[in-house]
């Protein structure tokens, strides 16, 4: 589980990290650097290009509304403490996630394979169905998927076939349906649940190696954009000197 958690986050926590990089160097550019060439431009009392005009502005922007964006920041990560500690915010967050282009599908193929191998795990240890569902229900790491699992469990305390309680809750994939109740009618379930499980964690790592594959050139054409930018803005109207001197 946490080998498969660390390949969910891999492609989250490298371009985040990137981006945050890149923003700082921007903001130390835009408060730092931009002002100082604003005097330089004055000096020579001729029109500005676009891009460099909108930096300026930016620039400005940046040190006159700089601490209420802090404080946005700040209201960002206490929502990000609240989502913890909040079901209901939680649930909305974890429906948003899922519906995500690429990674929402990702997140559920990864709740999936959780959901099989924990309990594939537990019930080839001896653990009884029903006690082995409320380890399930947390190990999905999603709150929709949890909600589903738990519904299952109230299915299946009631007499229904795990494979009926599964088609039921409307959250679980029909290929790992099919295995189960193949698991069920062979009287392999443990076996089945396992086969599931490193299906969608494979899945999960080919998924990954591709989202990454294609971030690395996204990545870096937002660098160029972000930081060249400012740069070329910076040095449009050095260049066009000639014709103002």
Known sequence: TEALNEEINKPVTYPSAVLLV???VCSILLIAVVPQFQGVFRSFDAQLPALTLWVIGLSDGLLAHGLWLLCVCVILAGLHHRYKHCPALRQRIDRW???????????HMSAIARFA????????AGVPLLEA???V?????????????????QQVATGSPIHVAMAAVGV???MAIQMTAIGEESGTLDSMLDQVAAYY???VDTQVDHLTTLLEPIIMVVL???????????YLPIFNLGQVI
């Open 172 to 174: 679980f994939p029909g």
């Open 224 to 234: 160029g954009v972000m930081v060249g930018g400012l740069v070329i803005a910076m």
């Open 97 to 107: 996630l899922l519906h995500l282009p690429v990674l929402g599908n990702l997140l």
């Open 137 to 153: 229900a947390s190990a999905t790491r999603n709150n929709l998927h949890k909600d589903a699992v738990l519904r299952l469990k």
């Open 201 to 203: 964690e494979s899945e």
């Open 22 to 24: 890149a923003l700082g």
């Open 117 to 124: 191998r924990t309990l594939s795990t537990t019930l080839a």
């Open 133 to 135: 569902l409320n380890s």
